[in-house]
């Protein structure tokens, strides 16, 4: 039987069928729906971890003590797990461990573009790489087998085409055993798992010998195979370009790489051998293209296909007919329309609590270092409240840098909630210590609102619908040492603004929690105000909040009640009260 699903619906799907147990992440996009989708299974162990690297240490853990364990991030996210992942190459594992991590070309979601199959090279880790929903649930459990045949971690790389399109996957398989109840003994050997540096010398070659095994190992599996074409020209391709190749080259001798880390070297020589060109179609960085080249093979690649952004048919076929690979389609019929499609920016929801807090920010004409989250919405026009913005946990330690560097503005770092508990408590422990007088605002919306409203160690609430502790940010942020902490409604524009106030003239590290829930978690809406029109001067400056219910007309501003969830925030910043709740 066939299903349609996403590739990230696949990818939880293969993990249960092939026995995963505990699996860990950090919900960012394009990977979030991963995790949320294996939390369902029976059996299973799911948590959002505060960051990847936890989720990391985690999905090591289980796979340690012989269970077979997934973590699960978005390209950048590996950045931060970076530590544990390299080590975790060196001690090798027990149990089968799958790392699944999402890149993201073009940035649809993102900071970077960044191309993550430089880590497994990086790493000396396996990687594989799906083309399609079907396949994403296959290379899991390929993966898990390889991660207990060879005892190392697997990398398996999706894109944002592949997490969330919908493919058919083959739903017939039966449903995994159920794992015995006898626990097993942890296998003590430090020397293999205690990585101080005698230990780890001794584990390096290990991983050496290894990745030559893996190389052999790549030159017989079914993942990696040739498509015979004509002789004239070969592709080498995987994952969703493979796609975009074979519609763009319907005749081309095809190699397809399931696995792109290491590679079957005589598998692509037999390839070279059997056509006269041999091009390579990937986004991003000519990661194929240079290890076929350092095996002395002559291919094109970037010197056709761009660098930077995502793929797409119309695109590898726009390239190829400029290279002269392919004679140019022809021509469909022009379509002539006088319309054009809006450009619809991206822009902080209405009642958004975080678009009264930059409202205050903005009047107060402070520097804003920012972080990752909706909040970095702030920047655009016309709240334009955001100067900075880095990676996740950066606004803290930024501002104070700025501070220690010195500068004539009052600065001030925002961080979300969720953030702040992602990579936000050590810079703040680093203001403290080390004397600064940064204010910190967490703009606290109770949830992980940018990738889907997850949970988190704030909500008191687990992936598993489970009721849990909640931390409590006040009393963490008292615990750390913080003398000048306040919590206060972002909609109490005035509160906050005079908080706010108070803090920068205190001469001394603190922390505002600036707390509001986000509005589509609980679709809390009230009756919209309404606009006096004879009161109204059309002045725009309630236009100056960014919020899209608010309409400029020719002589007054309108209010759209369909969009509206009546927050209040325009009443409160109208200077003639010209715009009235009930």
Known sequence: MKKLMTGNEAFAYGAYLGGVRVGAAYPGTPS???????????????????????????A?????????????????????????????????????????????????????????????????????????????????????DLSEQFETPVLVRSVTRLSHSSTPVDVTEAVPAPPSEELPLFERDAQRYVMVPSNARRRHPIVEERLKKLAEHAESMPINYIEPGNGELGIVSAGV????????????????????????????????????????????????????????????????????????PSLVRSCAVEA??????????????????????????????????????????????????????????PLSAMHTTGCMGASIGVAHGIDKGGVKDEVVAVIGDS???????????????????????????SATAMTGFQEHPGTGITIQDQTTTAVDLEKLIRGIGFEKVDVVDSYDIEKMAETLQDHLKS???????????????????????EVDVELCLNCGICLDIGCSPLVQEEDHVRIDTLLCNGCGLCVKVCPQEAIISE
């Open 32 to 58: 979030s729906e991963i995790l949320d989708n294996f939390s369902k299974y029976p059996g299973v162990f799911a948590e959002w971890s505060p960051n990847e690297k936890v989720s990391m240490d985690v």
């Open 507 to 529: 001469g001394m590290p603190s922390v505002i929690i600036a707390r509001h829930p986000c509005v589509l978690n609980t679709r809390v809406r009230e009756k919209p105000p």
């Open 60 to 144: 090591i853990g289980a796979a340690y003590a012989g269970t077979r364990a997934m973590c699960v991030m978005k390209h950048v996210g590996l950045n931060v797990a970076a530590d544990s992942f390299f080590y975790a190459v060196y001690t090798g594992v027990k149990g089968g461990l799958v790392i699944v991590c999402a890149d993201d070309p073009d940035m649809h979601s993102s900071q970077n573009e960044q191309d993550n199959r430089n880590y497994a090279k990086f790493a000396k880790c396996p990687m594989l790489e799906p083309s399609d929903s079907e396949e994403a649930k296959q290379f899991v459990g390929m993966a898990l």
């Open 419 to 445: 953030t702040f508990l992602h990579s936000g408590i050590h810079p703040l422990i680093d203001v403290l210590y080390n004397q600064g007088v940064t204010t910190t605002i967490i703009s606290d919306n």
């Open 241 to 312: 370009n493979y796609y975009y190749a074979k519609e763009v080259f319907p005749d081309a001798t095809f190699l397809k790489l399931g696995m792109v880390y290491p590679l079957p070297e005589k598998l692509i020589r037999e390839f070279a051998a059997k056509v006269k060109t041999v091009v390579v179609v990937e986004e991003l960085d000519p990661f194929l293209e240079e290890q076929l080249r350092l095996m002395g093979i002559e291919v094109k690649g970037k010197d056709i296909f761009p660098l930077i952004g995502e793929f797409s």
């Open 324 to 381: 002269g690979l392919i004679e140019a389609p022809e021509a469909p019929p022009e379509i002539k329309t006088e319309l054009e499609r809006p450009v619809r920016p991206p822009m902080l929801c209405p009642g958004c609590g975080h678009r009264a807090l930059f409202h205050v920010l903005k009047e107060a004409g402070v520097l804003i270092t920012g972080d990752i989250g909706c909040y970095t919405l702030g920047w655009a026009p």
